[in-house]
């Protein structure tokens, strides 16, 4: 094995290094052999939880193996004082959903979605009024993402319906951020009471809850 060094800042690079860069160019290509259950060159992935961290093979490797329940967890973006950052409801739900996946094994993590609600430091109506109106300024604390009650739904109803079609039986609407849960809560109704009739899908269950109530 030979280390070859290259200035890129100063555009100078020895003559040795650009001919072993133009010998390496016309060497045959090996490519990585990818056995069924593991990531490229026989990476492990037994321990991924993190739907977004896997190759698409990979999940549908895990699904196939009774990898079926899934959490989708919803976060939040929005001021938290001087002292906390603004990810933190971002931060705190990825880590516990994480973690709790890892404990009681076989469940994947969806990515998490990071606008709620009512968010702390968000515009209510007649702040978003004046601000559109040319009457009112921009926010003193500025750091919200927030959106509706009907998009928030939508998002979360989008986001299970996406992962039941993609062959999970168990989905766990979780979510760390106060506004938000009875949006959460009527997904889960209404499309476990949809789900509950179909004979292919006896095993699909919706459940929402409120991380910050739970402790792990």
């Known amino acids: 094995y030979e280390i070859l060094t290259c200035d890129w800042s100063s555009d100078v690079c020895s003559s040795d290094l650009i001919a ?3 010998t390496a160019a016309t060497l ?3 490519h990585a052999q990818v056995t069924k259950g593991t990531g490229v060159a026989g ?3 037994d321990k991924v939880v993190e739907m977004g961290q896997l190759t698409q093979s990979e999940l549908a490797d895990k699904i196939k193996n009774g990898w ?3 959490f989708l ?3 939040g973006t929005e001021i938290r004082g001087p002292h906390a950052i603004i ?3 971002n931060t705190l739900s990825t880590h516990r959903a994480v973690e709790a996946a890892k404990r009681i094994g076989k469940t994947i ?3 998490t979605i990071p606008f709620a609600v009512s968010a702390t430091g968000g515009a209510n109506a007649n702040q978003w009024k004046a601000f559109a109106d040319g009457t009112g300024g921009t926010a003193p604390n500025p750091g919200a993402i927030q959106v509706d009650s009907a998009t928030f739904k939508g998002i979360v109803q989008g986001a299970v319906e996406s992962l039941l079609y993609i062959g999970f039986k168990d989905v766990f609407v979780m979510g760390d951020h106060g506004g938000g849960q009875n949006e959460m ?3 889960s109704e209404e499309m476990t009471a949809k789900f509950a009739a179909r004979g292919d899908r006896k095993s699909t269950r919706l459940n929402s809850s409120h991380m910050s109530e739970s402790r792990m």
Request: proline share 8%.
């Open 185 to 187: 809560k009527a997904v």
């Open 28 to 30: 045959p290509v090996v």
């Open 109 to 111: 993590v969806a990515p």
């Open 73 to 75: 967890v919803t976060g």
């Open 20 to 22: 072993a860069l133009l």
């Open 68 to 70: 079926t329940s899934v």
């Open 43 to 45: 990476m492990n992935v």
């Open 87 to 89: 990810d933190v409801h």
